[in-house]
Nanobody, 126 residues
Framework: QVQLVESGGGLVQPGGSLRLSCAAS????????IGWFRQAPGKEREGVSS????????NYADSVKGRFTISRDNAKSTVYLQMNSLKPEDTAVYYC???????????????????WGQGTQVTVSS
């Protein structure tokens, strides 16, 4: 059974940092991409960053480029999202999502995701 479990969310002041973790199990990671997505109240879920587990290629939304870094540890079946210089507009529930993917650039679209985690709340506020 495929499982994605997020952790690491919380309350942080503007300019602060958080590291999210997504622990994956139940599938062969090599042919998958895992991404981070977020959904703020009243808004649609949007892609933040994604990574190909096979080759480490990454993709970022323009709104987080230079501030967020995605990485993977295949031995631990875990994907991380390091979030620096956080802004109030980064406040949202953050989800990780996984799908089979063999293209060079991993996707940020929600409509290709096969599996979702339960989400973790990130609140940026003073």
């Amino acid at each position: 059974q495929v499982q994605l479990v997020e952790s690491g969310g919380g309350l942080v002041q503007p300019g602060g940092s958080l590291r999210l973790s997504c622990a994956a199990s139940g599938f062969s990671l090599g042919s998958y991409a895992i991404g981070w997505f977020r959904q703020a109240p009243g808004k649609e879920r949007e892609g933040v960053s994604s990574i190909n587990l096979s080759d480490g290629n990454t993709n970022y939304a323009d709104s987080v480029k230079g501030r967020f870094t995605i990485s993977r540890d295949n031995a631990k079946s875990t994907v991380y999202l390091q979030m620096n210089s956080l802004k109030p507009e980064d406040t949202a529930v953050y989800y990780c999502g996984a799908q089979r993917w063999r293209m060079v650039v991993p996707p940020l679209r929600t409509n290709v995701v096969h599996y979702w985690g339960q989400g973790t709340q990130v609140t940026v506020s003073s």
